[in-house]
């Protein structure tokens, strides 16, 4: 239950930094991307402070931040570029809702990247804030290994504009990365509720119906990630922040189109489980019909036959049929007559 | 599943130029209409530069593109006509949500052209770009075979106002024409739901449940096609763009109107499968009923009698009514009451 | 299916006059009443060249048409008046949706007159459409009949406030007397929802489920005549219009009281038709459960007594019990015990 | 069906007076509470004339009118104080929706008070009109008996701000009362709810599910009275009329918070209802699941041993079996065991 | 039901101060805490008369008022701080929603403190009405025992910004502690709903569903409680009161966003459970298909066999097969065919 973690703050100074995420000793990474759109150096780094000489430079530079759980580091963070202490509480609270606040001279943009993890094959809701800075972006996220090697590529190969519009455009670039995989994750669901479709017809186990619950679970968390991303583009495109510029927003604009587009998908997928779910039932429904016919033509069919082997088994000392030559194979034929009928019968009411 | 290509495109720089649609080989073909009120030149040609000549003219000029795969051409077309790379990568995504771009010197509406295809009997989901220039009208579709003929014919006869009102009144009239195809398509659904819900009474067989789901979920899919449009052409109607005058609006209300109607319809359709499916469900539940009743009528009647039967089919030596004479006709016509006053119970329960 | 009609006009220029009502021979009917305070002329005429004499007097003229399907007519309205080729479009398209729409000097109105047909006993969905003019009122029919007569009546007598106040108050007479017919129709379907509500509990057979799904799709089809008459009526309520003085939009905004009353019905009926869904479906699982109980009660009960009668039905050469003499008597004793226990278990459970 | 008198005045002339309430022959009662800060006059008067000195002098003047079935008198009233003739109509029309209506110098307000009958059981939707001029307060309602009297007391005593707050405040506290009395009907209706849902669960019989549905109607109505209250309150809090001012909607802002409240407890009585019908139909299916069970166990268990003394009542000539001393004790053995095996396989399916 | 206590006041004058919680004769509890950066006085005070030497000092006082029933000390407190008596009657009126009101020169803010009750195990609602001043803080609640205690920690050791930011963040203080507190009530629930959802599936029980009936009431009360708290939330971030600087507005932003986090959760626990009412539903439908599916291979196997016998225990003179010697081991062998094939026939259908 991830909401186990977030109550850990009740009660606490607003602004202390809690880290409400698994807890890791891993290393910290800090990685520095530094361009404009002649040069580009990119290196690994120990501590913050061997950043800050690259952010007073005319360039634009990325500092990528890999692991949140270190207090120190994040505070650090805050001193040097003057962030808000509740930024930075937001930042390691991996539980939050992804928000967009804007203080005049710089953004805060808290996202949600969503991939599916191979090994443990369900869907990880890692937590990427980026702060936008004139000319930097901060970017910080909780686990190694992310999305965004594309725009790394592009960056260094100089490749499209990405070199030469400043840090908001990078900022875009993230953003957009993180939308795009959305569909990978989508993809991947999409099959799974083909397969899923085709089984709840052809066999229709009480276990199907449990998948069906887990996906629309997933699909109602997967929702609280993208639906507020909306908004968060959406202002972003109203252009209220003088950072970020027209030659940006154009392009945010394409992002907003594919935020709208998942969450078109999410809608259209609930209302394929929730289909899915009238079909199980009926199934289940008609499978108990199947049953109950197969019980009723046994039972129609032997019931009155029996009732007549019964009564020529009766011991009355006066039974004219009982001494009759041909009574036996005619009760036989009368018998079957009647099974003939009642099979006719059935034909005829489509349970055959 | 569409989602699928739609993912391609994932960490690509923006704008660039990826046709997410069907692999194809065949040329593409462009098709050039140029007219006014007094000539009209029409012409199919091999090469955008083969088109020019007539944009620079005072005349109003129609490109029909098909074919969006050359990606050659499309960079051709940004290239001439100065059209931002976003509009270019929205054109190619075949799988775009329909949508306006108001770029003050031009607008790029993004529509689906949907049309049964008779052949493989599915609904077919065709994106139809617009480019509306001062003085001209490019259309870009991804398949041979359009719904245009009619604004054809009506422009090389002269007939009616489209040859005297520019370059937005075209634009008009093929989005008009798109959505009055519309109607045939939710006529063509209108009588497939009529049929469905004869037999959903007549025959409740699982397979209209699954036809039921399938309509329901092509309804869906429709209203994702024609939901946004409803936006796009509010948005035109506000006459917030310098390139639709008045005299267009006027008739763009219209068309309006007719998107309206269209919702509502899908709106109607949606409510009507619904209530099939209550139907349907329904229908199970009173054929288990009649299968039940069959069994309990049996069971009533015959078991009783099988058991008087076997009381007298008993060995023991002192069994005074076994020495009567008349006791087995006797025994028969108690059997006979007894089916008869059962009979009648049944049929004042109306089960018969 | 209504929706046929519609999709004939696709493709055609705008302003093409088509009718897509039914086809009719029938001679086209125009009436014209034109009065001041003082005076009132009322006749038939045969053209609307006959028309206009009256249209330029100081006096309201108030000119009904019956039967749109002859286009010169409707063509020529629109030349005397100059009304433009989209009005009269949609005035002759019988399966357009209520709508207003404001042309500075006329205003054009669309409306749904909605009565049960007592002979087909089904409802009709007929379409008036109302132009107002400075000192005119022209009205449009589909059909002969209609629910003006009461107006009619009160502009011959002089009574009330109508003699007195303009074009503008004649359309407001007419809407409301639209609107107040609404409440006719919708206390017969009161009546058909109330015998419903009856058979479902006392006897719910197949065909009622499929009475209460006809119901509920006439809704439907009723709240899309309704509902945009809300939006139409507030339109002219908030006075945007010059042709609505304050005189006339006071009495509008009680057409609008009625038209919220006649949606909140709506709702309601819908509601009510959900409710009875659900209990038509538990009656008829409550009837399954009464038919389980009887066969079980019969085999609960006869099925041990066969099987103890088929007991001493058995041919052992040692069986004591068969010796005795009051063995059989003492069976007897034991299986009606053996049927009171049942009966009496069965009355603590409350299946008797 | 209280739709039935709302349709006698369809094609009226506006303003007409219709009383489409009970008719009644009961005489009209007017009241008449003048008060100032030091003094309070009250009596009951025959005819308006009566009550008109009081509304010149400079006092808060409050006219209660009970019966509204008389029409003379409500013309008169429209007379005396210049009110509108649609106001008029609105007031007899005792079907109205609760609305405001600001009239600049006085404001209509319709209510409907909603109490208990305790004879009938059933709810009373009674509507009361109130007239709020500078001076005056004119209440109209259609039965004997309000819930007045805690106002009425307190104008006597002298208590509280009411002597000295001016007509708009007197107006404020009928409202108050009138809202509050809401709470006491909701109460009623809550302890309903609670004997339905212990009822649902211990003993789900087909008539609860009725009741269910008739509370879930009631609900309907009572929330078609109780919504438009909010509006009104909250246009009146607005402070958009000049009669009242800021000393009153203070208080009146209080009124609004009741409403909400009220509205949300509508909406929780409506969960609450749609929960029980879920439990209802399980239970259903529950009671259904248990009889079934008891079908299968005596079948499972009797069935085959009946076959087994069938088997030993065949007449072969050859069987070994019946020859031998202790086949007839050894197969009630093996009979017995099959019952014990056949009880313990129930337990451990946990059906016993 | 809470509303009982609610319906005590209807028609009592406005400002009449009514407690209708539980009623108490424990004694009021007001306790003190007054600050400025360098200094704190906390001290447990007798009567608001001892109180008022702290609010005229430059510090900022927070008095806490336990128990609320003591009218006489509302009043008190009402005259010392000029409160508006509507002010006082919310206070005290325990089942108010929550609520803002903005008085120009303080502030009244109602809120619920929701904790579950360790020994009842059920959930309290407590009512918190906080009145800020601009020098003071009153917090007024029902029951000894509250949140506040990591609050009073941080003032007492001055630790955060606490002790510096003036009445208003202490304000915020207590409300983000309120707030806080909810995610741990959350938690319980949270665990609570995953217990059920095991059980759902593996031991479908009627008291699950009652369970799942209790969760889900138990929402919509919460509900009630957390929406109004957006809004008031919302209303304070909006910065209209001169009493909120922007320097507390932007952890009251913070506070907004818990809001929302907390909504979320409720709507995703209210989907849930939604879901496990289907899973019951069916798991139900299930079982009964396996009830059936015993019953009806019992039946389908044993009923001809004892046909069979029933044929062999007739006694007709002339009946063949009686006489042969291997015929009633051949007929064990054609029984137990039957039985095998029968058996095969089920496996095939995925019966066993």
Known sequence: MRLKRAAKKAGQSPGTLTYVGVEKDQKVKIQIIDYDPNELVEKEVDSLDACMPY?????????????????????ALGRQFGLHPLVLE????????????????????????????????????????????????????????????????????????????????????????????????????????????????SAPQPQILQQIQDLKREMIFLR??????????????????????????????DVYDHTIQIIDIIETYRDMLSGMLDIYLSSVSNKMN?????????????????????VYGMNFKYMPELELKWAYPMLW???????????????????L
């Open 55 to 75: 952010t007073v430079k005319n360039t634009v530079t990325w500092i990528n931040i890999t692991g949140i759980h270190n207090m120190e580091l994040i505070e």
């Open 90 to 201: 937001d930042v390691v609270n991996t539980e939050h809702r992804p928000k967009l606040d804007d203080f005049e001279d710089y953004l805060c943009i808290i996202l949600k990247m969503l991939y599916t993890d191979v090994r443990k094959k369900s869907i990880v809701h890692e937590q990427v804030s980026l702060i936008l800075t004139p000319r930097a972006v901060i970017s910080l996220q909780e686990f190694e290994g992310d999305v965004f090697d594309p725009v790394r590529e592009r960056l260094r190969k100089g490749k499209g504009r990405i070199r030469s519009q400043g840090a908001a455009y990078l900022a875009y670039a993230l953003i957009d990365t993180i939308v795009d995989n959305y569909f990978h994750l989508f993809e991947d669901i999409g099959e799974k509720i083909e397969i899923l479709q085709e089984q709840v017809i």
């Open 224 to 253: 609280k990630s993208v639906w507020p991303l909306r908004e968060i583009i959406s202002a972003m495109v109203r252009g209220e922040s003088s950072l970020l510029k027209e030659n940006v927003i154009v392009y945010l604009r």
């Open 290 to 310: 199947e049953t109950m016919k197969v019980l009723t033509m046994i039972a129609t069919i032997f019931i009155p036959l029996t009732f007549l082997a019964g």
């Open 333 to 351: 034929i009368l018998m079957i007559a009647i099974f003939v009928a009642m099979m006719r019968w059935f034909k005829r009411k489509k349970w």
